[in-house]
């Protein structure tokens, strides 16, 4: 009798978790969606790295003795390839970092010539690496909200869009949201997540509104004394002391004080025919003016910018 309830118990146990799908995608499926032979698949996470509602699944296989990071949408079976990221070199950890927003990026150790990176991608074309760095040297920390703060040595990292970049205790970190392209109701916001400052500027440049009416594409819904819409042709400061006529619009912000965990947030119109933003920062930090980025490509100012691809 004891015989035949323990044969039921586990004849229940196998119908409940055999019969079970497997929340991951198949190794016939990779090698279908990625068009790679798979050797062996050594691991398989679902995390939010896109920013959509649900969960993408990330599989790192190996392909002709090459490890692989694949990120795939959707469920069985109507999975979709986001991104297949060769590895270059010997993959040694794979780990998630929270970016601030609604999803994590890929944080890879990789050994290459004996040495090792730091390799950070997304499921689409994000990708920062650090090289030469000190395996034994890296962690994650959070900050008082949580989110995750890369330490490499005794230099501290967070992602402010653009992409991983310093922490300088005593300025500000300029963290910049994604733009809501919404017509009238369309808002870029920024926001400080370092260091007080008691003044900083911002300038917000559309290269390819460069010659066209903007009306239609651009235009602030308030009007706030310290923010300005210079059109094209109309004189702007440029890097030295001068002043030149814009080649193309620009918005500039002045914001005193940007506090520790103060917003910026500009209504506006704004289409996504606007294409490029490129945009930048200068500040006073220890009563000395800042730029930021320190470095970049040079934006009609003669300053560095970072510069957001069109939509």
């Known amino acids: ?129 650090f090289d030469n760095v000190d395996r034994s040297r890296v962690f994650l920390t959070k900050d008082n909200a949580g989110r995750d703060i890369l330490m490499l040595g005794d230099i501290s990292y967070r992602y402010n869009t653009f992409g991983y970049e310093e922490i300088l205790s005593e300025h500000p970190f300029f963290f910049w949201h994604p733009v809501v392209y919404n017509g009238d109701n369309s808002e870029i916001k920024m926001e400080n997540r370092g260091a007080y400052t008691g003044r900083a500027i911002i300038t917000i440049e559309f290269p390819d509104l460069k010659g066209r009416k903007i009306d239609s594409v651009l235009f602030l819904n308030r009007d706030i004394s310290t923010v300005k819409l210079y059109k094209e042709g109309q004189g702007i400061h440029k890097k030295g002391g001068s002043r030149i006529a814009s080649s193309w619009p620009m918005i500039e912000i002045i914001k005193e004080p940007f506090l520790s965990g103060g917003t910026i947030k500009l209504p506006l119109r704004l289409q996504k025919e606007a294409g490029r933003i490129q945009v930048r920062a200068v500040y006073l930090a220890n009563g000395v003016l800042w730029e930021w980025p320190a470095k970049g490509v040079t934006g009609q100012q003669g300053y560095a910018v970072y510069e957001i691809p069109a939509p």
């Open 1 to 129: 009798m004891r015989i035949r309830v323990f044969l039921f118990v586990v004849s229940v146990f196998l119908v409940f978790y055999c019969g079970k799908p497997s929340p991951y995608i198949s190794k016939s499926a990779v090698e279908k969606l990625t068009s790679m032979p798979v050797t062996e698949i050594k691991e398989q996470k679902r995390f939010n790295v896109a920013g959509d509602a649900g969960l993408e699944n990330v599989t790192v296989f190996t392909s002709e003795e090459k490890s692989v990071v694949a990120f795939f949408s959707g469920e069985k079976p109507d999975y979709r390839l986001l991104r297949a990221y060769p590895v270059p070199g010997n993959l040694v950890q794979m780990s998630f970092i929270n970016t601030g927003l609604s999803f994590s990026h890929v944080m890879l150790l990789v050994q290459k010539n004996e040495k090792d990176t730091i390799i950070l991608i997304d499921s689409a074309h994000f990708e920062q690496s």
